[in-house]
């Protein structure tokens, strides 16, 4: 690995050393399967094969918020999928997501089965599967979408960027870590601003804006990502973010939805995966009180 001021790019781009740093055994520059692996299938229609990372809590949150309202065709199974272990890469997830990232979705209740990957395709999909948390009105519409995509496209700026350099890089190197911590701050500084015009992302109402949103900005105020990224950052700072922040934290669906597919964190907030409804109320109620 060369990271000297001098370093200069071959002409042609080629790996031939080992990733370091996080997921080191699984990086590498082509797409597609490494290994046969079906996924399993559950009895329920939505089959959800994900991890407990901040783009697969965007789903488990929606899917709880709806069946908080009622919606027993949200129920669904949770797969874990283990990143680490390199499972995104088995035949069948690669089916699911050619993309090889978590969550992936598929959706069985109707006739053919539905995939659904990359995780604003996944909110949309479910928003206007069960008519909830996407406002029809032209201009509302409009004002979530936009915020969707925003998180959709600042997201690799606070994970690839600023996570990787400042937590998992095994090289420091301050022109990368600036870099991206500028640009966290900035994007944080554009939703505190938001925030202090509107109660939620979108608009008045909780939307998949939020959803969205709240697992990577939410986690970032919190300090749940990164390490000690929070005081790097000086979260605190956003007063408004974190007023939304603690907004969220405080619906039950939240609270499930963060536990599903988890791996870290404290044992009462974990729980690996979901299969049931009714046994996983009975498993989260004591945890939920704990937390």
């Known amino acids: 690995m060369t990271d000297t001021a001098d370093y200069t790019p071959p002409t042609v781009w080629t790996w031939n050393k080992p990733s370091g740093g996080r997921f080191a055994n699984i990086n590498r520059p082509i797409s597609g399967s490494t290994h ?26 929606m899917l709880e918020e ?32 050619p993309n090889s990232k978590i969550p992936a979705m598929v959706d069985r209740s109707g006739p053919t089965p539905i995939r659904v990957f990359e995780t604003g395709a996944i909110l949309m999909h479910l928003a206007e599967k069960f008519g909830e948390f ?43 870590i600036d870099r991206f911590a500028m640009e966290a701050k900035r994007l944080l500084d554009v939703l505190d601003k938001r925030l202090a015009e509107s109660e939620y992302v979108a608009g008045p109402d909780y939307t998949i804006a939020d959803m969205a949103c709240f697992p990577w900005y939410g986690g970032l105020a919190k300090g749940w990502l990164y390490g000690d990224a929070a005081t ?57 009180a704990a937390n």
């Not at 007063?239 to 907004?247: E, I, L, S, T, Y």
């Open 36 to 61: 046969e692996k079906e996924l399993p299938v559950g009895r329920h229609p939505l089959q959800l094969y994900s991890l407990g990372t901040p783009n697969g809590v965007k789903v488990t949150i």
């Open 232 to 288: 790097f950052l000086s979260v605190q700072d956003y007063k408004n973010v974190q007023r939304w922040a603690d907004a969220l934290l405080a619906r039950p669906a939240v609270k499930r939805g963060r536990m599903v597919n988890r791996l870290q964190g404290e044992p009462s907030s974990q729980l690996h995966e979901r299969h049931d409804a009714s046994d996983f109320e009975t498993k989260t109620q004591d945890k939920l």
């Open 66 to 97: 709806l069946l908080a309202l009622g919606h027993k065709g949200a129920e669904y199974d949770a797969w874990l999928i283990k990143i680490g272990d390199g499972d995104q890469f088995g035949s069948g997830f690669v089916a699911a997501n």
């Open 134 to 176: 996407l406002p029809t009105e032209a201009g509302a519409r409009a004002e979530c979408l936009s915020w969707l995509f925003w998180q959709m496209g600042s997201a690799p700026y606070l994970g690839g960027g600023f996570g990787h350099f400042y937590a998992y890089a095994p090289t420091k190197i301050e022109y990368a």
